[in-house]
């Protein structure tokens, strides 16, 4: 049995983020954690992500920050497994989200990730941590 079931998502979320184009797409009232608009620029930096995240009581003492992306203003990798993004706006988020529900359509498993005004953060504690960070928890898929 797959100890960690959430690293096939992990792994399309990150080929996602490095090369796939924005969808214009934005979800229904209701299916996002947050409906305010964000600056274009992003109000909180990886690093301040990062730090909400470990002192939540997250696990990433160290972060490999991504090069490039297409979705998200920046994104790394936490050592503890969980992939921090930020956004320029909550349409910009919100195309993520819709991306990560179309991806957990094949995986059989909820998975729940953390959601604020700004960032996600995506990982096997993700959503326990979301409150304490300023967020919400947002469940993607539907166990079946």
Request: hydrophobic share 35%; glycine share 10%; with cysteine.
């Amino acid at each position: 049995m797959n100890s960690r079931p959430y690293l096939p998502i992990v792994a399309v979320l990150a080929l996602m983020l490095a090369g796939c184009s924005n969808s214009s797409a934005t979800p229904s009232s209701g299916e996002t954690a947050t409906a305010t608009d964000t600056p274009e620029s992003s109000t909180v930096t990886l690093e301040e992500l990062q730090t909400k995240y470990v002192d939540a009581g997250g696990d990433c003492d160290r972060m490999t920050v991504r090069a490039d992306s297409a979705v998200s203003e920046e994104a790394g990798d936490c050592d503890g497994g969980a992939l921090l993004t930020t956004y320029r706006s909550d349409a910009q988020r919100d195309s993520a989200i819709l991306v990560l529900k179309g991806l957990q359509d094949s995986n059989p498993s909820p998975h729940v990730i953390a959601v604020g005004p700004d960032w996600i953060v995506n990982g096997a504690d993700a959503g326990s941590f979301a409150a304490a960070m300023g967020g919400e928890p947002l469940q993607i898929g539907t166990p079946r």
